[in-house]
């Protein structure tokens, strides 16, 4: 399904190269300005970060990544502010939670042992 804009916008896709010539960043734009996937890959392939505009702003998850594939950030946006919980992660256990309500933190942030378990909320 497409929406109106996809219809009668005209619709790209960049492929930046690395020095290899291997891909590094795919990024769409919708009559010149972002709108849609992004991935950011290193010079050997691995993908390290991918997220999704809307209208020129960040819009959705943008997730970064480890070299094993496993999800370093997880940072949920909305019309180009952080809404939502971002997750912070080391080696695939999480680290720190955040709630951010339209680009403001909202709340304290709750940081995690090894286990998994909260260990503690710092003051801001």
Not at 47 to 75: H, K, M
Not at 85 to 95: C, P, V
Not at 96 to 114: H, K, M
Request: charged fraction near 30%; include cysteine.
């Amino acid at each position: 399904m497409t929406n109106e804009n996809e219809t009668n916008g005209q619709r790209t896709e960049l492929t930046v190269l690395g020095e290899r010539g291997q891909t590094v960043r795919r990024q769409a734009f919708l009559d010149g300005v972002p709108d849609g996937e992004w991935t950011t890959l290193d010079d050997d392939g691995w993908l390290l970060e991918r997220c999704r505009f809307r209208g020129g702003l960040l819009d959705g998850d943008l997730l970064r990544y480890d070299r094993e594939g496993r999800i370093e950030a997880s940072l949920p946006y909305r019309a180009g502010k952080l809404h939502g919980e971002a997750l912070y992660y080391d080696a695939g256990r999480l680290q720190v939670r955040i709630a951010y309500l339209q680009g403001r933190q909202d709340g304290e942030a709750v940081l995690y042992d090894a286990a998994g378990r909260p260990v503690r909320t710092p003051s801001r």
